[in-house]
């Protein structure tokens, strides 16, 4: 949380903050690992920059970066909860 907080300098709603520490959680240091989102939501950009958490779905395979299922649903759900609050609580 304190690495995002450093990374995002405009207000957001609790949703919004909650979908970018999931996100976080998930990739570690938000500013280095997806600094376009990050840029993007500091000018205040609410509906382009998230959609820059859709692109971070892909895995190493012999390789070659390939979309994962897991991560593409995870993404996916964090992206819902940026712009509508919804907050996913399958298992």
């Keep these: 949380q304190v690495l995002l907080c450093q990374a995002i300098k405009v207000p957001l709603y609790q949703y919004e903050f909650d979908a ?11 500013a280095s ?6 840029k993007l939501i500091n000018e205040s950009n609410y509906k382009d920059g998230p959609k820059e958490m859709l692109d971070i779905n ?12 897991g991560l593409t649903k995870r993404r996916n759900s964090e992206y819902q909860l940026f712009f509508k609050g919804t907050y996913d609580a399958r298992h």
């Design 20 to 30: 970018l520490v999931s996100l976080a959680f998930n990739i570690g240091n938000i």
């Design 33 to 38: 690992k997806a600094p376009n989102l990050c």
């Design 58 to 69: 892909k895995i190493t395979v012999n390789g070659k970066k390939v979309p994962d299922l």
